[in-house]
């Protein structure tokens, strides 16, 4: 026995392999993932580095250079009020992706905690905490979206909040879903029959190993928050002020000039399209590389 | 010594057990409606089993998947709540222990589990593992606790740096033996091993068994084993008891269950042990019980084996079988058996004459509807018992 152990220690490298790292190793494997993670990672460096990317001020332009197409001067042409389009997507970038994310943090944090609190507790907690995520489900989202917007006023953090409520159901379920099938994980069980109890078995035990679904569903609900606040914008509910650069707004303000002006809708649909897609792949190489059925 | 050795002749040990159960009954009921939930019945996993378990000696438990063997030993580790009955361990009742009185007779009784793949944390290392346990209990903390989780290391045969190493980067055995230095952690005196060895390769289970039994002869353990392979139990067992739907249907010294199987049941199961001798394997008698066991919500009258018994067919089907509950009956020192027609297993000539009999009604049936016949969930092991021993033991 003793001559079989000392052979297999000698072939572990000296460095232990966190599960984190040993998921980051096969996401690098992942052609998908690699481009979802360039993707994301250009729309990001875009959003903060936006005042030195961009070749005009967003916000400046004159009716003389109003519906100029596409040229060397301005690459994605100019809008009726003859503002720069390359620089209006640039600068919408810090909007959308500043919401996206704002939007799925709060998501994910009350509804972890009610899935936490429903998975938890079980019980009547449960039952009341999963029945109001029926009731939530069950109202059309963007109609619900709608309707938060106009009770809490139009605006950044307002139209964060207003996506977020629509994920807390869905981070809801599913952190509570996970913590049922661990409740009765092998581990769990054992990490009992040695006599950790409660929120020590909670925390250290259950939702260590209840987080990766998260994580994917998170970056999923990325992408839905980028159309989601499009589809805000382009029905008038976008930020207060309609100067402000935001993909969905520079849209709806398009659309009637579609018939002579076509690059004015193009571009910010191709950013909307691009960036969605980017979080869409970065979200199946991360269930992929996440996925603990694939490891072994 | 050998663990083959110890089962040979075990006689009945004396004295007070460490661990009793009086009529366990565990019962999972069956609800119906959403909201308001009624009981329409009860699965009843475990029913009304009464065992000893003495210190030092291993009791072997073994039976067909679904027969409560599982259920019976998480409701011994107080994992799952009993129905009905008492679990007494060291003179203390612990059935409806809560708090901290459970936390620390936790501390006494540790168990191993089935699926070394699934019994890990795969977020915790080894040593943070082992740690915990002892932080719980407040046996040692910090750079204490740490050494002592280098040591169960050491004593279950891991790699000294396996303490900062995750579960995912050990193969099977590997991990099983991580699970036993959990249980170890604590320094129990009983452990209940669930199919501790029946997830891993053979080659390995043979060290994992030996492994178990070098720590019983260091630590004084006391064992529930349990297993669906009986080559495995016999191997480490000193007594064994053989399950069916719930019920203990036999009981007795480990080597007299193999030559002088009592029960039906038993010998069914025992003649489903490949005898590793070409000469003798190909003579061998195989009994193969017809059908799936019945399901436990709604268990056979009487005797619940009746519906698959193939001694009642030899006898003619007698009306006792399904009309009594047999209860186990005493048929030598410390061999009880829960069959009215133990008695005509009792003599071997008259038991091969029974045993050829059935075999050969049950041949002829498997050439008429092949695929009704299913063997016994009893999985042959590849492996005889006698090289368990072999090799592996050499290296002791």
């Known amino acids: 026995m003793t001559q079989a152990t000392g052979t297999l220690a000698a072939t572990y490298e000296d460095r232990p392999i966190g599960l984190w790292t040993d998921a980051l190793r096969r996401m690098r494997r992942s052609p998908a993932a690699i481009i979802g993670v360039t993707i994301v990672g250009l729309f990001v460096l875009m959003a903060i580095f936006a005042p030195f990317l961009a070749p005009f001020e967003p916000t400046r332009g004159t009716l003389a250079d109003s519906y100029l197409p596409p040229s060397p001067e301005h690459w994605f042409g100019t809008n009726i009020q003859g503002q720069d389009v390359l620089s209006r997507i640039i600068f919408g970038a810090r909007l959308t992706l500043g919401i996206a994310v704002l939007s799925v943090v709060i998501g994910v944090a009350v509804g972890g905690l009610l899935g936490a609190l429903a998975g938890y507790f079980r019980g009547w907690v449960d039952s009341v905490i999963m029945r109001g995520v029926d009731i939530m489900l069950a109202i059309p989202g963007l109609l619900f979206a709608i309707a938060v917007v106009t009770y809490l006023g139009r605006g950044f953090v307002q139209i964060a909040v207003a996506i977020a409520i629509l994920n807390v159901p869905i981070f809801a379920r599913l952190l509570r879903a996970s913590l049922l099938s661990l409740s009765e994980a092998d581990y769990v069980i054992a990490a009992r029959s040695v006599g950790v109890a409660g929120p020590t078995l909670l925390i250290r035990h259950m939702l260590p190993n209840a987080v990766s679904p998260l994580i994917v569903q998170g970056t999923l609900a990325l992408a839905t928050a980028v159309v989601d606040a499009a589809a805000l914008g382009f029905l008038g509910l976008g930020p207060p002020d309609p100067g402000t650069p935001e993909w969905g707004t520079m849209l709806s303000d398009t659309y009637r000039y579609l018939n002579n002006a076509v690059y004015l809708a193009f571009f910010p649909g191709i950013a909307i399209v691009i960036s969605v897609l980017g979080f869409n792949l970065l979200g199946d190489g991360m269930r992929e590389a996440l996925d603990p059925k694939l490891r072994r | ?396």
């Open chain 2, 1 to 396: 010594m050998t663990a083959a050795a110890t089962a040979a002749g075990a006689p009945e040990p004396v004295g007070q057990p460490l661990l009793r159960t009086d009529q366990l009954r565990v019962h999972f009921p069956i609800t119906e409606g959403i909201i308001f939930e009624r009981r329409v019945g009860a699965v009843r996993a475990v029913d009304g089993v009464s065992l000893d378990v003495h210190r030092g000696e291993t009791l072997g438990l073994v039976g067909e998947s679904g027969c409560g063997k599982s259920t019976f030993a998480r409701a011994v580790i107080r994992l799952l709540d009993a129905t009905d009955g008492r679990i007494i361990f060291d003179g203390t009742d612990v059935t409806t222990l809560r708090g901290d009185a459970l936390r620390r007779m936790r501390r006494r009784m540790q168990m191993i589990f089935q699926d070394p793949y699934a019994s890990l944390n795969p977020r915790m290392t080894i040593g943070s593992m082992l740690a915990e346990p002892l932080r719980v209990h407040q046996i040692a903390s910090g750079k204490q606790a740490a050494k002592r989780a280098q040591q169960l290391v050491e004593i279950v045969g891991l790699p000294r740096n396996a303490i900062n190493r995750y579960p995912h980067e050990f193969s099977g055995g590997q991990r099983q033996r991580a699970g036993i230095a959990r249980a170890l952690a604590v320094q129990p005196e009983f452990i209940a091993a669930d199919e501790a060895v029946s997830a891993l390769d053979v080659s390995i289970q043979a060290q994992i068994i030996n492994l178990l039994a070098d720590l019983q002869r260091e630590f004084n353990l006391t064992y529930l084993f349990i297993a669906h392979d009986l080559s495995v139990v016999r191997h480490i067992s000193d007594r064994i008891a053989v399950m069916y739907l719930g019920e203990v249907v036999e009981l007795s010294p480990s080597r007299q269950l193999y030559d002088r199987p009592l029960h039906p049941y038993t010998v069914a199961l025992v003649s489903a042990v490949p005898i590793p001798d070409p000469k003798v394997e190909t003579r061998r008698k195989r009994m193969i019980l017809r059908g799936d066991v019945p399901s436990p919500a709604n268990p056979p009258s009487g005797c619940r084996f009746h519906t698959r018994c193939w001694l009642r067919r030899e006898l003619g089907d007698p009306e006792r079988c399904v009309s009594e509950t047999p209860e186990l009956r005493q048929m030598a020192p410390g061999h009880g058996v829960a069959c009215h027609f133990a008695e005509e297993l009792a003599g071997q000539d008259r038991r091969d004459e029974l045993v050829a009999a059935a075999a050969e009604h049950s041949d002829a049936r498997k050439t008429d509807d092949a695929d009704v016949v299913a063997p016994t969930d009893i999985e042959p092991p590849p492996e005889a018992p006698e090289h368990f021993m072999s090799g592996d033991a050499a290296q002791h």
